[in-house]
């Protein structure tokens, strides 16, 4: 079984009104308790989420329970992401509403994407030298995988 198709198990267990989205109340009940019922506690996902936890109340410096643009660059960097400041720039502009910071929920929504698409990049990056050859459809597919 794919990582994505595993994410989407657990997404849809705690996704218990089937709403498509995660409300705060399903969030919280999952980290909480730990259950991810019907999963196993010891699961991978519960390690990310956990180590994501960690990485972002480490990271959120002014205790806002959000991050900001320095803050995610500090967030990226402690997950061994190489990125530039543009593409920082990129993440919190799509992932903050109304130029407010970004909520853990959707910090947890990158750090999702971040992993998965760095997963199949690496894959393709058969000299891990940061640079990948693709087909179109290849791309894509990558893309619209990980929706
Ligand atoms: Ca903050």
């Known amino acids: 079984m794919s990582l994505h198709d595993q994410l989407w198990g657990y997404f849809s267990a705690a996704d218990s009104n089937r709403s498509g ?7 919280q009940r999952c980290l909480s308790n730990g259950s991810w019922a019907p999963f196993d506690i010891s ?11 960690n990485v972002f109340y480490e990271c959120d410096r002014n205790r806002s329970h959000s991050i ?3 803050e995610l660059k500090r967030v ?10 543009n593409f920082v720039s990129l993440l919190t502009y ?17 750090c999702v994407a971040m992993h998965m698409l760095t997963d199949q990049f690496r894959a393709l990056d058969t000299n891990q030298n940061g640079y990948a050859t ?9 893309m619209f995988s990980t929706r």
């Open 94 to 110: 799509k992932y903050s509403h109304y130029g407010q910071e970004i909520r853990f929920d959707h910090y947890v929504e990158i």
């Open 68 to 70: 900001s643009f320095k």
């Open 134 to 142: 693709m087909q179109y459809e290849q791309f894509l597919s990558i």
């Open 76 to 85: 990226l960097k402690s997950l061994q992401y190489n990125v530039s400041d």
């Open 43 to 53: 699961t991978t996902l519960w390690g990310y989420v956990q180590s994501w936890s």
């Open 21 to 27: 989205q995660l409300e705060a109340h399903e969030l």
